[in-house]
């Protein structure tokens, strides 16, 4: 198979398989002076299971990345446990953190800047390894950097005279370098040219299988989450709207959101019209009640505008929140709400 050419996930992980980590009411808020705090993420719970990735997916701004920094805890979330191995991180003293940040790593979107400048690549691997007193860091971090791709003649460069592709094997040989259970990846491919991405996913997956990873993969694109997990969640305004097996997503999505997020992916030959919404739902909605969804939503009732539907299981691991989820097979955008 050709380097770029996207392999397929691991085989799906049962729903009987232990999770590695549990994320239980996560909150997050960002204070600004003499302002209402900013709520990213509002009572999200997830489990990532041993040997799994979960891809987190939504459009900008839905909190995706607030979710994956705060289970690090950069920063910590303002509220909720993240349970790692059944311990709670959010309650970890200073010294526990510090030796627990090694057990969950995280990969940014860009690769260049979140790499010091000042270093060689060879370097940038080594200081991980220095802190966990290996003899020879140099050493390891070059064979380290060897199993990621990047050669000696590379190793010696700084970030700012590697591609964007380079940088982003350099952050994954340093958060391989330290074994980490749990790897948290931001949008790690969308920096990077088309031509690159499935190399860099690829490389991802090889880490995963090899080192026995369990995967957090937070993506805006629906197609890149959907080669790469096991497992889907789709926030939408700082919540999970549907969580379930990447094949049951896709095929039969039950959140009208996660709908329209299918439909809007372009497919050629396929014309699809713009969804309208009643102008009254829109205006009780933006009252902050009830479903966050309903003012863009062709299926929204009085009940989605004055009770939040809850995150509920309605089929076998396949968990919704909708007052009025989709029927099988109703993967079609639905008639738009008359004005
Ligand atoms: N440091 C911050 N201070 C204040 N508000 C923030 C901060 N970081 C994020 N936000 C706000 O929190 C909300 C969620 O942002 P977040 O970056 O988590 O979303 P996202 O889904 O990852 O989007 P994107 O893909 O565009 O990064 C947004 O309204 C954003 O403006």
């Given at each position: 198979?050709?380097?770029?050419?996207?392999?397929?996930?691991?085989?799906?992980?049962?729903?009987?398989?232990?999770?590695?980590?549990?994320?239980?009411?996560?909150?997050?808020?960002y204070?600004?002076?003499?302002?209402?705090?900013v709520?990213?993420?509002?009572?999200?719970?997830?489990?990532?299971?041993?040997?799994e990735?979960?891809?987190?997916?939504?459009?900008?701004?839905?909190?995706?990345?607030?979710?994956?920094?705060?289970?690090?805890?950069?920063?910590?979330?303002?509220?909720?446990?993240?349970l790692?191995?059944?311990?709670?991180?959010?309650?970890?003293?200073?010294?526990?953190?510090?030796?627990?940040?090694?057990e969950?790593?995280?990969?940014?979107?860009?690769?260049?800047s979140?790499?010091?400048?000042?270093r060689?690549?060879?370097?940038?691997?080594?200081?991980?390894?220095?802190?966990?007193?290996?003899?020879?860091?140099?050493?390891?971090?070059?064979?380290?950097?060897?199993?990621?791709?990047?050669?000696?003649?590379?190793a010696?460069?700084r970030?700012?005279?590697?591609s964007?592709?380079?940088c982003?094997?350099i952050?994954?040989?340093?958060?391989?370098?330290?074994?980490?259970?749990?790897?948290?990846?931001?949008?790690?491919?969308?920096?990077l040219?088309?031509?690159?991405?499935?190399?860099?996913?690829?490389?991802l997956?090889?880490?995963?299988?090899?080192?026995d990873l369990?995967?957090?993969f937070i993506?805006?694109?629906?197609?890149?989450?959907?080669?790469?997990?096991d497992?889907?969640?789709?926030?939408y305004l700082?919540?999970?709207?549907?969580?379930a097996?990447?094949?049951?997503?896709?095929?039969?999505?039950?959140?009208?959101?996660t709908?329209?997020?299918?439909s809007?992916v372009?497919?050629?030959?396929?014309?699809?019209?713009?969804?309208?919404?009643?102008?009254?739902?829109?205006?009780?909605?933006?009252?902050?009640?009830?479903?966050?969804?309903?003012?863009?939503?062709?299926?929204?009732?009085?009940?989605?505008?004055?009770?939040?539907?809850?995150?509920?299981?309605?089929?076998?691991?396949?968990?919704?929140?909708?007052?009025?989820?989709?029927?099988?097979g109703?993967?079609?955008?639905?008639?738009?709400?008359?004005?």
């Amino acid at each position: 198979m050709s380097d770029q050419t996207l392999q397929h996930p691991s085989p799906q992980r049962g729903s009987d398989a232990e999770p590695i980590l549990e994320v239980n009411n996560l909150v997050v808020e960002y204070s600004s002076f003499g302002k209402k705090p900013v709520r990213a993420v509002d009572q999200v719970s997830f489990a990532l299971r041993k040997g799994e990735t979960l891809g987190l997916v939504g459009e900008s701004g839905c909190g995706k990345s607030s979710t994956g920094k705060s289970l690090v805890q950069l920063p910590p979330p303002t509220a909720g446990e993240v349970l790692l191995n059944g311990r709670d991180v959010t309650k970890f003293s200073h010294s526990q953190l510090k030796a627990s940040r090694r057990e969950m790593q995280l990969i940014f979107q860009d690769p260049i800047s979140s790499l010091n400048p000042r270093r060689t690549a060879q370097q940038i691997v080594a200081e991980p390894l220095r802190l966990m007193n290996d003899p020879h860091p140099m050493d390891s971090a070059l064979r380290a950097l060897s199993e990621v791709g990047v050669d000696e003649a590379m190793a010696k460069r700084r970030p700012h005279q590697l591609s964007g592709g380079q940088c982003q094997r350099i952050s994954i040989a340093r958060a391989i370098v330290q074994r980490p259970e749990v790897l948290i990846c931001d949008e790690p491919v969308s920096a990077l040219d088309v031509s690159v991405q499935a190399q860099v996913l690829n490389l991802l997956e090889k880490m995963k299988a090899e080192y026995d990873l369990s995967m957090v993969f937070i993506s805006h694109d629906l197609a890149v989450v959907n080669n790469v997990s096991d497992r889907v969640a789709v926030m939408y305004l700082g919540r999970i709207c549907e969580l379930a097996s990447s094949t049951a997503l896709y095929a039969r999505p039950k959140h009208h959101y996660t709908n329209l997020l299918l439909s809007s992916v372009p497919q050629p030959g396929i014309e699809r019209e713009p969804q309208r919404v009643a102008s009254e739902i829109s205006a009780k909605a933006s009252a902050g009640l009830g479903c966050p969804f309903a003012p863009r939503c062709p299926a929204a009732t009085e009940v989605c505008l004055s009770d939040r539907p809850e995150l509920v299981e309605l089929e076998p691991d396949h968990l919704v929140a909708c007052h009025h989820p989709l029927e099988a097979g109703a993967h079609v955008m639905p008639e738009p709400v008359a004005d």
